[in-house]
């Protein structure tokens, strides 16, 4: 018992310890096969350490959230690179933090297979798990920096060959690979782990994310379309939406969720959400201070939703999501304290309140605008408004009764996109999902993309990488566009 229970917890040291840089193979695992892959035992509290690194990855609204138009400066100011898209050569942002995910899902894929299972359907899923998380990575990867190096296998020792960038349209097909791998994978439907695990519903939901990315990023088909559909509803299957939409962040894993990665009242902290609350000193001449999600500790407000995110809700002013989404703090003489996000309120404790929202991936009115947005783009217009309405009608403003040619709807399902899914992290990719298929000029559309471009400055669309990282492996070319930046 004693000797299982090291082994876990070197597996979960490891995968705490954010210096195994895939890119720099000075750093090499220590878990090497002796003694520790021997049970199932052994790959499950591996695969409970990936899903660690996976939470910790993705807790922050930087690569997805902060390049959009929904954030303006909050109280105590702090903004990244990417918000201001101050975006040079000099400052590229690392992605060891994904690739180390992606080196512990390599050596699970690899260790496991000697492994004796009284089922083999226990180790299927385990896999199935692995390969989504693999998958869901590099697609992370793909839409943040564009071509990438394809580590397939765990990096062991100092020997193995530095890789150069593949194509972003090989390391979209690696992806696609791993999720299919995935559902081929599960051995049945629904959540027998529960929806804080990966299942094939999950596994559903992002192949219809990668299709999507392929058919209007990278030159994909109407058969891309189809399939995004097809994805979708079996994503869909036996779920159905919160009619109240604060019950989606209000309970944890509800019956719209797919997919949630946990958090746990104090088991961890600093929620990417905490960056819009504010502490309690700064609301304390607020007359509707309780009704803030305010804390003692905890609390950053870096960020504040932007008048252009509250002019999207200001569209519908019947919007149940309105007040649910962000609230402003008003003083006694009605003046402006502050604006900031009421959808992630966490949970309240004695005399504070901890951020322990569900960071949540996938969830079943995201499937709806994912048809309607295939749809739109087969000029199946009528069945995209169909697909919009089911969102709308849950966020009581009604159907659709705008526009009806292409790009109207297309932009009404940006637009939507924008108040359904505010702070979820996916803001970005939907911008350039929507630039890329011709709805909108991203560099009119994002305020700080179109302020550098009228100074003549075009800021490329997928990050630059760390000097640093060509310099431990000269096989790596700068991203496209940053020559004079």
């Not at 690979?177 to 992002?206: H, M, N, T």
Request: glycine fraction near 6%.
């Amino acid at each position: 018992m004693k000797k299982t229970i090291t082994y876990i917890l070197i597996a979960v040291s490891l995968l705490s310890f954010n210096s195994c840089n895939l890119l720099d193979v000075d750093n090499v695992s220590s878990i090497s096969g002796d003694g520790y892959w021997q049970s199932k035992g052994d790959a499950e509290s591996y695969l409970i350490g990936i899903y660690t690194s996976l939470r910790d990855v993705s807790n922050a609204t930087l690569h997805f959230e902060d390049r959009g138009e929904t954030f303006e400066v909050g109280l105590i100011g702090g903004p990244s690179n990417l918000f201001t898209q101050n975006l040079t050569s000099q400052n590229g942002y690392g992605w060891n933090s994904y690739y180390t995910v992606i080196q512990h899902c390599n050596m699970l894929i690899k260790n496991i297979e000697p492994i004796s299972f009284g089922m083999e359907a226990d180790k299927n899923v385990i896999l199935a798990e692995t390969y989504f998380i693999r998958s869901y990575m590099y697609f992370c990867i793909l839409r943040i920096w564009g071509d990438a190096p394809l580590e397939l296998d765990p990096t062991e020792n100092a020997s193995k060959p530095k890789l150069g960038r593949s194509p972003a349209t090989e390391v979209l097909q690696q992806a696609m690979a791993d999720v299919d791998k995935s559902i081929e994978l599960f051995p049945q439907d629904g959540y027998p782990k529960g929806k804080g695990r990966v299942s094939k519903q999950a596994s559903y939901a992002l192949k219809a994310d990668l299709l999507l990315w392929r058919a209007k990023v990278l030159n994909g088909t109407n058969q891309d379309y189809q399939e995004v559909i097809t994805n979708a509803d079996l994503a869909s299957k036996n779920l159905s939406l919160e009619e109240d939409f604060a019950n989606i962040y209000g309970t944890k894993k509800g019956k719209e969720v797919i997919f949630a990665i946990h958090f746990e009242l104090f088991e961890k902290s600093d929620h990417y959400s905490s960056k819009l609350k504010p502490r309690d000193v700064f609301v304390e001449k607020a007359i509707n201070k309780d009704d803030i999600a305010y804390a003692k500790s905890g609390a950053g407000t870096n960020y504040a939703p932007s008048e252009r995110l509250m002019a999207l809700f200001e569209e519908n002013p019947a919007d149940d999501r309105k007040n649910k989404s962000y609230i402003k703090a008003i003083d006694a003489d009605s003046n402006l304290i502050g604006v900031f996000d009421n959808k992630m309120r966490g949970t309240k404790t004695e005399g504070d309140r901890s951020y322990d929202s569900d960071i949540i991936i996938y969830r079943l009115a995201e499937m709806y605008l994912f048809k309607a947005e295939a749809y739109a783009a087969m000029d199946k217009l009528p069945e995209a408004i169909a697909e919009l309405n089911k969102v709308r009608n849950r966020a009581k403003i009604g159907n659709y009764a705008g526009p009806t040619d292409k790009i109207s709807v297309e932009k009404e399902i940006l637009s939507e996109r924008g108040r359904e899914l505010y702070l979820e992290r996916k803001r970005w990719p939907d911008l350039l999902r929507f630039h890329f298929g011709g709805t909108i000029d991203v560099y009119e559309f994002v305020p700080n993309l179109k302020s550098r471009a009228d100074d003549g400055i075009r800021v490329p669309l997928y990050l630059a990488i760390p000097l640093r990282d060509i310099d431990i492996n000269p096989n790596l070319e700068q991203t496209e566009g940053y020559e004079n930046l």
